[in-house]
């Protein structure tokens, strides 16, 4: 039995000294969760169990939060401290629990933050801050939080847009989800909204907040939508519209400036059956459509007139176009659910495919000949330059032909003349060719006989002299 009480004193010895704190007697203790929900603490009990990794001190009394208010929790990842009465924190309320990654400070009774009041938690992923009474946000308030990836806002009183979240020198690159629903927004700031990555903004949650709806902000959700934004998807039926600007119990968003398509030109051609789609942003179940013809003629799905007639879905068929359906058709999408419409306009052009055809062919045949018109004269020029006759001076340039050996060139000037070079060119120059008889004739001994020609002018010399054949003189 001493054995036995001995073993047992060591064995809480060695307890005591490997983990430093012990679970107060106003909390629930398991392993390295500790729980001290709604035991009406007013401070949190300073002898923690010093591993602790998740601490709950939900529905307490806790107040106001300052450096000291926490024991250093260095393992600390998840800090619970909901419906308390927290009415404000101060600069380093933090600074002893470092590596938090969730905090949830929902359900309190916290009116602004400042800046900074959580730069110490750099590891910081969720932090949730709804259902207080935040009607301001410091810019900074958020600043040093580099890892935060969930932010819930949602029932406080705001009244502007945190922008300050993803643009600015403040801003959290790692923000995905944002809920800012049931605030007091009656607005976005939506000609900065481009500025936000759509990875983030798809992350916005807006519902509850009471908008005041124009044609822009309308034209935002309707994107929203069909980009399937899930703020939007899930929840569109709890975003709350007003509509002080209607005309007509209606709010008409037909203006080009509200980022609202106004259709496009439609090219169309004689006798072809033809669709024309009603390009609206309201285009779901609660749709009803109208078509304006031209000459006002309205048009509903589910009846025809002449050649034109509206299926359920909006879209206009033209069974075959003619040129009098030229023209300018609106279409106009009113919501049964809401008191919104929206009026789209569209060009149809109809054009006679065989017309065009001849006018193309017509064009065709023109180039062609021009074409062709262009490339006889640059032949001519070609052989013009190339195949004209070249003059005296340029063919004397040429190599002088080795004379025949069977020809004879006779210079028939008179012994006595002056020298060649003192003599007058032209003067008194005669040229004979001479040409052996292949074949001599019986008697002629194989003498050949040389034949003369006739004796020639200066410029029937000089043709002879310089033609390609030679002359023959005939027998």
Request: glycine share 6%; charged share 20%.
């Amino acid at each position: 039995e001493g054995r036995d009480l001995l073993c047992l004193a060591v064995m809480v010895t060695t307890v005591g000294a490997g983990a430093p704190g012990t679970c107060p007697s106003a909390c629930v203790c398991a392993t390295d969760v500790v729980s001290c929900a709604g035991e009406s603490l007013a401070e949190v009990p300073a002898d923690l169990y010093r591993h602790v990794k998740r601490l709950d001190l939900s529905h307490n009394r806790i107040g106001w939060l300052d450096p000291e208010w926490m024991p250093a929790l260095l393992e600390l990842n998840a800090l619970i401290v909901r419906q308390n009465n927290i009415t404000g924190i101060s600069a380093g309320s933090f600074s002893s629990t470092p590596n938090l990654r969730c905090l949830d400070l929902s359900s309190n009774k916290l009116r602004t933050l400042g800046s900074p009041v959580f730069q110490e938690l750099k590891l910081l992923e969720v932090l949730l801050l709804y259902n207080n009474r935040i009607a301001h946000l410091d810019p900074a308030a958020f600043g040093g939080l580099p890892r935060l990836r969930k932010l819930y806002l949602s029932g406080n009183a705001l009244t502007r847009f945190p922008l300050d979240l993803y643009v600015g020198k403040f801003k959290l690159p790692q923000l995905g989800f944002l809920d800012v629903s049931h605030n007091r927004l009656s607005a976005l700031p939506i000609h900065r909204l481009h500025l936000v990555a759509t990875k983030q903004l798809s992350g916005v949650y807006l519902h509850g907040n009471p908008f005041v709806c124009d044609c822009a902000l309308y034209s935002l959700f309707t994107s929203w939508y069909r980009r399937h934004f899930s703020a939007v998807t899930d929840f569109k039926k709890r975003i709350h519209l007003s509509f002080p600007l209607m005309q007509d119990g209606f709010l008409n968003c037909s203006d080009g400036s509200a980022g609202v398509s106004l259709g496009s030109v439609h090219e169309a051609q004689v006798g072809e059956k033809f669709i024309v789609r009603c390009d609206s942003k309201l285009s779901d179940s609660s749709t009803d459509f109208v078509w304006i013809l031209p000459g006002e003629r309205a048009l509903e799905p589910g009846r025809e007139m002449e050649n034109f007639r509206v299926f359920p879905n909006g879209s206009l068929e033209i069974e075959s176009a003619r040129f009098e359906d030229a023209g300018v058709y609106s279409c106009i999408a009113v919501d049964r659910q809401r008191p919104v419409n929206e009026t789209v306009e569209v060009r149809i052009n109809v054009n006679n495919f065989t017309q065009s055809k001849s006018h193309a062919h017509e064009a065709f045949n023109t180039a062609f000949t021009t074409l062709a018109a262009c490339v006889a004269s640059i032949v001519l020029v070609l052989l013009y330059l190339y195949l004209t006759p070249c003059p005296c001076q340029c063919k004397a340039k040429r190599q002088k032909r080795k004379p025949n050996q069977n020809s004879v060139v006779l210079n028939a000037v008179p012994p006595g003349d002056p020298p060649v070079d003192e003599r007058k060119p032209g003067t008194g120059k005669r040229v004979v060719f001479l040409e052996p008889l292949k074949d001599p004739g019986p008697g002629q001994n194989g003498k050949s006989i040389l034949k003369t020609t006739r004796v020639k002018s200066d410029s029937d010399s000089i043709n002879s002299v310089f033609s390609d054949t030679p002359f023959v003189a005939p027998s």
